[in-house]
């Protein structure tokens, strides 16, 4: 037997069986005294576990490690003074949330965690059903059921609790830490960051002690003032109170509370998908109104019409908006064109490359901006968390938790701000699979190109054939798309978690927090940082793609004797003395084959012919090649790129009538759904791969995703172009 007893601390509230519970562990061998300088009574039993000597502590009851009694401020400073191996959390399973609360504290003392899911046959005969299992991963420490008064489970808790003392890292490494949200996490690292600089293990490790500082905690504070350095200890302070400031002000409540919400957010969303029934009373309206928003037959219907209502709201606010910046920025780019002579490579540049190409980004703001207010008002709300949950099944199935739909779902704004979301994932396995995936998810870039090519090639009650489908208008065209894309997401996030990221699907907690309003300053920061960081990263990202494409255009120009033709033309038409009229056509003739002849002279006119012959299995010949390289640098250059291929933009007012009749004219119904098809798959955007790059933290990742991504969709287009010119398409 081993000569040196594991010390095991028995946590609980108040009657929980707690004391009944080491009775039975310890057969009443117990020695009780007073704890040194206090009244209150201390218990200390033996046992022994598998030869290993154990001393068994039974600490005061308590409801949380926020300390307002004698008895509470002891159970707290011997677990925090680390007099433990190990810590037994006794839980009443009858009032299951508000004991859990307490184990969410425990987890951040640093010491290995064993919850002893006490009274567990009295759930049982309430018809609560407990699945174990799942919510020990969930909250990643082992859960061993007993029935203290009948002697039941205590032999295989003690054994959990050795085996967790005996490697205290790998019991560590397990437990879920409560997370409480991108902004108090923010606040908590920071005051993190400054307590970690006093060094003083003594007092607890630099996250408890931010968070307990965020709740203004006496005994915290006490501790800090008797043994930190007093110049340190101030600015620790103030960084405190200027957090706790922000946080009222955000939430328009105390820190205090604001984490306890998040903390039964934490416990409410583990047993939501664990445990059948719940009674914390604090939770009583969000209870009732989850009782609708998730219910199996209501919760998908109910977030449907969600997300109709936020796209609906979205384009209806922002497309006058950005029909206005259109407007300004063509009337920019008309005005800058005015500042040189014709022909100006610089005066090209700014006009044709920067503004243009760049403002067709910035034009997408306003609708970025309202997306995001959207889904800021539907996650401080509390009912996004629901909407995951009300996925979470479906996402199961395809190896990924239901958190990984919030990003899906903001892919459908634009991919790069999802990207950025995936950071909410845990698992790096579970953030990867999903960034590699969102591309599929079609964004707003690609909703000019399938606005052209329905307007072009599907007027409205016109009935489309395509494979044995038919389809009546084009709202039902535009869903398969968006449907398709969806559909192929699942199946290569499938794909991918049984082979390249195999391996069990993470389990997490999903929060669900009490419903609440959220405050006008939450919002605005909300809107403000993704919105930002948008116009940053993807304006960066498009001027250096537009300067790149700009140049490939551009170069290299027309032999001098070819230029010299088409002026001769122009002088030969100036001196017919033609009317207005007429000799603006024959101008315009001339500058159409002119532009027509750079254009195939150029670098990107000679990779368009170069790569044609690989996509015309697709159905694509060099004019759509062409174009789809300008869609790598942003989707909705698709269209600017057909536009330059055929000229139109010479013809104010009239390119998105001439470019649709064009594309009627050389192309079948066929191409154009294919045409769709291969923009909704292939090579994601610059700005995409660049936050790829970013948050995979590997160049791998995002050379992987432009690959599979672009050869999968020439395998999709090519078998239904060719099946469907088959079918007669």
Not at 325 to 330: I, N, Q, S, T
Not at 436 to 457: D, E, K, N, T, W
Not at 633 to 656: D, S
Not at 705 to 719: E, N
Request: overall charge neutral.
């Amino acid at each position: 037997m081993s000569q040196e007893p594991l010390t095991i601390a028995l946590v609980g509230n108040p009657n929980s069986g707690k004391t009944t519970l080491f009775n039975a562990l310890t057969g009443r061998n117990e020695h009780v005294g007073n704890y040194p300088g206090v009244t209150v009574e201390e218990k200390y039993g033996q046992a022994d576990s598998g030869g290993q000597r154990i001393r068994i502590a039974d600490l005061p009851g308590t409801y949380s490690m926020t300390a307002y009694t004698q008895e509470e401020i002891i159970t707290r400073n011997f677990l925090l003074d680390h007099k433990a191996d190990v810590v037994i959390h006794v839980i009443d399973c009858s009032n299951l949330e508000r004991s859990l609360y307490l184990t969410t504290q425990l987890l951040l003392i640093g010491l290995p965690v064993v919850l002893a899911f006490n009274m567990f046959d009295r759930a049982e005969a309430h018809g609560w059903r407990i699945d174990i299992a799942k919510l020990s991963n969930l909250l990643g420490v082992p859960i061993v059921p007993t029935v203290a008064s009948k002697g039941k489970g205590q032999d295989e808790l003690l054994a959990k609790a050795v085996a967790a003392a005996n490697d205290p890292a790998a019991s560590l490494a397990r437990q879920a830490i409560p997370r409480y949200g991108d902004d108090l996490e923010q606040e908590i690292e920071k005051l993190a960051a400054l307590a970690g600089r006093l060094n003083l293990p003594g007092v607890g490790h630099p996250r408890w002690l931010a968070i307990k500082l965020l709740e203004s905690d006496a005994e915290t504070i006490g501790r800090l003032q008797a043994e930190a350095d007093g110049q340190a200890l101030a600015q620790v302070m103030k960084s405190a109170d200027d957090a706790r400031k922000r946080v009222a002000a955000m939430y328009r409540d105390s820190a205090e509370i604001v984490l306890a919400d998040r903390r039964y957010g934490f416990v409410s969303g583990a047993c939501q998908e664990a445990v059948k029934h719940t009674v914390e009373s604090r939770h009583v309206l969000s209870d009732y109104i989850d009782s609708v928003a998730t219910n199996r037959y209501l919760g998908l219907p109910i977030f449907a019409f969600m997300m109709y209502l936020v796209f609906q709201v979205t384009f209806w606010l922002g497309n006058p908006v950005a029909d206005l910046l259109d407007k300004g920025k063509e009337m920019l780019a008309m005005w800058v064109r005015t500042l040189g002579p014709e022909g100006s490579i610089w005066i090209s540049l700014l006009a044709d490359g920067v503004i243009e190409g760049v403002g067709a980004v910035l034009v997408f703001v306003p609708l970025i901006a309202l997306l995001f207010l959207a889904i800021a008002l539907l996650e401080s709300t509390g009912y996004m968390a629901r909407a995951a949950f009300v996925v979470d099944n479906l996402m199961h199935r395809v190896g990924l938790h239901g958190k990984s739909f919030i990003p899906m779902l903001i892919g459908f704004g634009c991919t790069v701000p999802a990207i950025m979301a995936t950071r909410t994932l845990e698992s790096r396995r579970d953030r990867l699979a999903t960034m590699l995936v969102l591309p599929l998810i079609s964004c707003g870039a690609r909703l000019p190109v399938y606005a052209l090519i329905l307007a072009a090639f599907f007027p409205r009650r016109v009935v489309l054939n395509l494979l044995g489908l038919s389809m009546t208008n084009q709202a039902l065209l535009l869903f398969l798309i968006y449907l398709i894309g969806v559909a192929m997401a699942l199946l290569a996030v499938r794909l991918l978690r049984k082979t390249l990221f195999a391996g069990e699907a993470g389990s997490f907690v999903m929060e669900l927090p009490p419903y609440r309003l959220p405050t006008v300053r939450a919002l605005l920061r909300h809107i403000w940082v993704p919105t930002w960081m948008f116009v940053q990263k993807a304006g960066t990202v498009i001027l250096a793609a537009v300067v790149i494409m700009w140049t490939l255009k551009t170069w290299p120009q027309l032999p001098p004797d070819q230029t010299r033709q088409f002026e001769a033309q122009r002088a030969q038409i100036h001196s017919e003395n033609l009317p207005a009229d007429e000799l603006s056509q024959r101008l315009q003739e001339v500058n159409i084959q002119e532009h027509h002849d750079q254009l195939l002279h150029s670098a990107i006119g000679r990779v368009g012919s170069f790569i044609a012959p690989v996509l015309k299995p697709c159905g694509f010949d060099w004019k759509i090649s062409t174009a789809l390289m300008g869609a790598l640098a942003a989707k909705e250059m698709f269209i600017g790129q057909m536009g330059v291929i055929y000229a139109v933009h010479e013809r104010p007012g009239q390119q998105a009538v001439s470019l649709r009749q064009a594309l009627v004219h050389d192309y079948t119904q066929l191409q154009g759904f294919c045409i769709m098809l291969f923009i909704l798959i292939a090579s994601p955007c610059m700005a995409t791969l660049a936050a790829t790059w970013r948050e995979s933290g590997s160049i791998k990742w995002p050379a992987f995703q432009w690959s599979y991504l672009t050869i999968l969709a020439w395998l999709v287009t090519t078998a239904v172009f060719q099946v469907g010119r088959l079918l007669g398409g």
